[in-house]
Structure formats: structure tokens, C-alpha cells
């Protein structure tokens, strides 16, 4: 079977966008998933993105993390599918409207550099929800704050990113009973001076660290502006760029602005079917790419 994608990114975190508007998606096994974006023996990516037809919107969605499992929510993927499918289907239609299992998200292209704008949930937020925790573990106790914007977060503050055991506390964090059957994507930021933070994410179904998290954004910035009553928009600074979280006067929808930038297409002959997940001899196999 001849599949085909596009590459495209979001600050870095980046995704195979594969168009099935006018065929029928295919099924992917998760270990074909986990060949397609292993970034030695694959194309490699931090997720997979099957748009199709939709009766009552523009689009639908399969998202896939890179582990193969299913995702209700991705921020910066649904810019990627925002501005593919403004580029390619509906340039003089706004908002794009697209079916995730999180509901409905909207979305337009803000500029004629990639810059684009989304709804992260299908609800309108009078008032942020979220509980904070004290999570005890034999190493060591923390104060998280869980939220939901899209998909779950335990959102952590921290003085120096650049200091903090990002990998080993994310890794302690991602299962724990806290955080329910599915488990959650932590969070980590650090304040900066007004409307601006540090943040980064350590996410599941990646297993690891990841240049830019939409929702992991989303929901830094939502605990920061909580916290420290910093009305949003709020700056976030990933690894991978700037990300911009607002909420809507008029809505009041929860809103992410990034860009989303084609990288290249990609044409592959056949899937493999004897795919088998390699790690590096050395203890820290959390380490990037």
C-alpha cells in the first residue's frame, strides 16, 4: 500500500499529515504507527494526523501519538491541519471547523506566514478548572495543579527550567495513580516578568520531552495567570519557539496562536510489518533525538 504525507510542525513538535478527504482512512496497527514516526527507522514524528470528510464540518481527525496510541486533543497539530486544509480545500472559509474527540475546535490562518489561530476545547470558559495536588512519591513530595484543556496536564511551577530533572519527574508523573487509568502530560513552567513564561512538557505517547506542547502551553499559561493574577494573553516560550494562549471576549473559547510551517512531502512505497522498537544501551533512554 502506497501512503503518502506531509511533514509539518508546530514549533518543532512535528506530525505526518496524511489527507483522506476523498478516500477512506486507513487502519493502522500501532506498531506501524510507531515505525512511521521512529526517527531512525522511520520517517519519523511526534504524532500522525488522518484528516478526512466530515457531513457537518470541514474536517475530522484520527490523531495518533507516536507510541501508536489515540489522542482526544493536540494543539499544535490542529494548527498543521488548520492551515493544510485553508491551503488546500477552503481558502475563503473561516473558521475551519474540525471533529477531534475532544469535540469540535475552529481555526483560522492569521497571516500569510503560517501564524494560526485555534479553539483548544468546544466549551466556553467562564472560570478555569482546575485542583491542585500534593503528589508523594519515595523521592520526593510536589505541588501540581491538574487541568484539562484539550487533554490532561499536571502543570508544575519550577524556578529554572534549565536546572530541573524535566525528564525524570515526567517520567515519575506521566503514570501516577493521580493521574488516572489514561495517565497525563506534565508540565513544567517557570515565571518571567508579566505576561510571559517558560514552559515545557513532558508527553504521553511520546514518553519523553518535546520541543512545543499546545495544550501543555495552554495549560502552563492557565495556572500562571491563576496564580499570580496575570490576565492572558500570556507568552509562552517552549523550546521551539513562542506560543501565544488568549481567551476570546466574545466566546470566551480558550485560544492558542503558533505557527504551523510545512516541512516536505513524503512518498512512502510500502508500511513495514517487522518494525520492532530499538533504545540505546545507556540508562537514559529519555533523552532527545
Not at 513532558?202 to 496575570?230: D, H, K, M, P, W
Request: aromatic residues 8%; contains cysteine.
Amino acid at each position: 500500500m502506497e501512503l503518502n504525507f506531509l511533514k509539518m510542525h508546530g514549533c518543532g513538535n512535528d506530525f505526518l499529515v496524511m489527507d483522506s478527504m476523498a478516500s477512506q482512512p486507513p487502519s493502522f496497527y500501532p506498531r506501524e504507527i510507531e515505525w512511521l514516526c521512529d526517527r531512525n527507522f522511520g520517517v519519523g514524528a511526534d504524532g500522525l494526523v488522518i484528516l478526512t470528510r466530515s457531513d457537518e464540518n470541514h474536517a475530522k481527525w484520527i490523531f495518533y501519538n507516536s507510541d501508536g496510541s489515540e489522542a482526544e486533543m493536540c494543539g499544535n497539530a490542529a494548527r498543521c491541519a488548520v492551515r493544510y486544509l485553508t491551503d488546500r480545500y477552503f481558502p475563503n472559509d473561516i473558521p475551519i471547523r474540525i471533529e477531534t474527540k475532544a469535540g469540535v475546535i475552529k481555526g483560522q490562518v492569521l497571516d500569510t506566514r503560517g501564524l494560526v489561530e485555534v479553539t483548544l476545547t468546544a466549551k466556553a470558559y467562564e472560570k478555569f478548572e482546575y485542583e491542585p495536588k500534593v503528589i508523594a512519591t519515595d523521592k520526593y513530595s510536589l505541588e501540581v495543579n491538574l487541568i484539562n484543556t484539550g487533554v490532561p496536564h499536571a502543570v508544575v511551577e519550577v524556578k529554572d527550567l534549565s536546572s530541573y530533572p524535566i525528564l525524570q519527574i515526567g517520567r515519575d508523573l506521566r503514570s501516577h495513580p493521580s493521574m488516572g487509568p489514561a495517565g497525563a502530560n506534565v508540565t513544567f513552567f517557570q515565571r518571567l516578568v508579566g505576561p510571559r513564561i517558560r514552559s515545557t512538557t513532558f508527553e504521553r505517547g511520546v514518553e519523553n520531552e518535546t520541543l512545543a506542547c499546545g495544550t501543555g502551553a495552554a495549560a502552563a499559561a492557565i495556572i500562571y495567570s491563576e496564580t499570580y493574577l496575570q490576565p492572558l494573553p500570556i507568552e509562552v516560550i517552549v523550546p521551539g519557539g513562542e506560543l501565544n494562549v488568549d481567551i476570546s471576549p466574545v466566546s470566551k473559547m480558550l485560544l492558542l496562536r503558533g505557527p504551523a510551517e510545512y516541512i516536505y512531502s513524503v512518498n512512502l512505497p510500502e508500511i513495514s510489518n517487522n518494525f520492532e522498537k530499538r533504545v540505546l544501551f545507556s540508562k537514559d533512554r529519555g533523552s532527545n533525538p
